[in-house]
């Protein structure tokens, strides 16, 4: 869910800092980095160590890292974080925050972080309650800073009210809230096929084809980490499911024809990556064929075009995205299949260039629409992925 974002947690003086161990571990279970800054204050609630142990990486507190001048780097920190944390945000803190005081670390790197900001108040009822700390709370959200609304219940003081910190699995809930807002394709129904087909001969032995499916892999964690609703309909392959794919693994041309076809009336987005089997035994044999020093014929039929039959069916709304593999007259024939399989879309692959193609961790491919063709020079195949998937929201 938060897989590589960067996160800074920034922890002041309050009780409720013991709870950010909590906070820590989920959000690096959930995949994001963390570096954690903490106010000297925040240090008497919780150890470094168990900070340090839970997020992989040093804690911050101190602008100077040792006695031989060494110092801590808060332009870099700010500049690095995709979102900055502050929990529990205290009133001192808040109205530091507010009014651009920088008399320790952690407000070095606020001012410096270019990344969007969420805060989660903690304190007694009545400092929340006043009228400076408000003014103070709505100056942040002024500026666009994300609050994490305190929860209300006993309170450290003895007291009942509004100020406890939310908790930390509220916090982590807001966190991928947010970042799930920012998906560009966040819910949008994707159809993806990817690997190779085998065609039974007997028991045994089939018809294949060197396809990884490396590249629809790439394609279907792309997808789905921006947000989209990816149905992966795969071929054989050691390749594990994407992290937040739907995987549905078949083998024939005719299982993946069927798949698709269950689930293409509903997709936005239908990419075509697979690597099928343009023909099949004219008959699979119940028993494993034994060899009797003769030759053996085996007759084979076409299996049915899933891309063409996609494209028949395509409704307004719905985006068709085919590949091709070409020998000769690439961009021509490339071109001509889009038309005849009325795509919207046709991603060629080189067979010309070094290092691309199957097997390959890397791809050079060209981006094929009606009116226009883009190269995309040889790069690893989630680089390529990335480009193609950057294309296609351009063009959504
Ligand atoms: N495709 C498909 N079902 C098939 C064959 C191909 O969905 N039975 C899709 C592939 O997933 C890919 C595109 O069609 O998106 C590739 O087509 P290709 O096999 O190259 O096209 P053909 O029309 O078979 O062209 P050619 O015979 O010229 O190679």
Known sequence: M???KKIILGITGSIAAYKTAFLVRS????????????TRSALDFVTPLTLSTLSNHPVYSEYLKNEQGEWVNHVEMGVWADLMVIAPATANSLAKMANGMCDNLLMAVY??????????????????????????????????????????????????????????EDIQAQIEAFFMSKWPLRGKKVLLTAGPTYEAIDPVRFIGNRSTGKMGYALAAELAQLGASVTLISGPTALACPEGV??????????MYNATMAVFAKAELAIFSAAVADFKPAETVNQKIKKDGQALALALVPTLDILAEAGRRKQPGQFVVGFALETNNEVANAQNKLARKNADLIILNSL????????????????????????????????????IVQYLINRL
């Open 352 to 387: 010309q260039e070094a290092g691309a193609g199957f097997g390959y961790d890397t791809n050079s491919v060209t981006i094929i629409s009606k009116n226009e063709q883009i190269k995309l020079p040889l790069a690893s195949k989630h680089e390529i992925a990335h480009q």
């Open 111 to 168: 001012l410096s972080a270019r990344c969007e900001v969420m805060f989660a108040p903690a304190m007694d009822l009545d400092m929340y309650q006043h009228p400076t700390t408000q003014q103070n709370i709505k100056k942040l959200m002024d500026f666009g800073h994300h609050l994490i609304k305190p929860g209300t219940g006993p309170l450290a003081s003895g007291l009942n009210g509004e100020g406890r910190m939310a908790e930390p």
């Open 2 to 4: 938060l897989t590589g």
């Open 246 to 255: 739907n995987r549905q693994l078949v083998e024939s041309a005719e299982e």
């Open 27 to 38: 959000l690096v279970k959930s995949g994001a980095e963390v570096r954690v800054i903490a």
